[in-house]
T-cell receptor, first 116, second 113 residues
Framework: GAGVSQSPSNKVTEKGKDVELRCDPI?????LYWYRQSLGQGLEFLIY????????KSGLPSDRFSAERTGGSVSTLTIQRTQQEDSAVYLCASSPGDFREVNEQFFGPGTRLTVL | AQSVTQLDSHVSVSEGTPVLLRCNYSSSYSPSLFWYVQHPNKGLQLLLKYTSAATLVKGINGFEAEFKKSETSFHLTKPSAHMSDAAEYFCVVTSSNTGKLIFGQGTTLQVKP
């Protein structure tokens, strides 16, 4: 079956531009997570969605970062006024059920963002 | 707060020899622990998970891990390494509040012929 998909796979942008990263979770998965993987910081949690609401945004590094999820499915992570330190691989994961059930998180292939 | 520490950033073994990747965790309650693997240019894949059932957990590709509460450890082992095991391995604990994954720093496994 289809897994988690992310687009674009690669994004090169200039400092100061805005970018949008998209995640399509596995159909029927109610939980959706965004993570960031960078050389200096390893793998970091950004935000968690349960349905369309985001009960945990504690990992967003600044107010330049925002995310939304519509229809309990697709999610978009937006980074405004990108900085070079935003360069990383952004990973999306989805999971059936909510956090009280210990379910596997299924990861997408990631979007590699490079800010010049 | 929960955290994990992977004790080795790089492990090198010869093909056919045992693999040991070490992980210690910190948690104020009984944690759920995972090992994920990331092959070059591939996505993260779950190897195995511990959720307070059996302390010895078997995963895919012959890997297993043992939860030792007295040692706060969750080491990953495999009796015989294969070339295809070369990858980055992450020990992970899950937050009780939102299920978010908290990753260790990763261990790069090199398998020599």
């Amino acid at each position: 079956g289809a897994g988690v998909s992310q687009s674009p796979s690669n994004k090169v942008t200039e400092k100061g531009k805005d970018v949008e990263l998209r995640c399509d979770p596995i159909s029927g998965h109610t939980a959706l997570y965004w993570y960031r993987q960078s050389l200096g910081q390893g793998l970091e949690f950004l935000i968690y969605f349960q349905g369309n609401s985001a009960p945990d945004k504690s990992g967003l590094p600044s107010d330049r970062f925002s995310a939304e999820r519509t229809g309990g499915s697709v999610s978009t992570l937006t980074i405004q006024r990108t900085q070079q330190e935003d360069s990383a691989v952004y990973l999306c994961a989805s999971s059936p059920g909510d956090f009280r059930e210990v379910n596997e998180q299924f990861f997408g292939p990631g979007t590699r963002l490079t800010v010049l | 707060a929960q955290s994990v520490t992977q004790l080795d950033s790089h492990v090198s073994v010869s093909e056919g020899t045992p693999v040991l990747l070490r992980c210690n965790y910190s948690s104020s309650y009984s944690p759920s622990l995972f090992w994920y693997v990331q092959h070059p240019n591939k996505g993260l894949q779950l190897l195995l998970k511990y959720t307070s059932a059996a302390t010895l957990v078997k995963g895919i590709n012959g890997f297993e891990a043992e939860f030792k509460k007295s040692e706060t450890s969750f080491h990953l082992t495999k009796p015989s390494a294969h070339m295809s095991d070369a990858a980055e391995y992450f020990c992970v604990v899950t937050s009780s509040n939102t299920g978010k994954l908290i990753f260790g720093q990763g261990t790069t496994l090199q398998v020599k012929p």
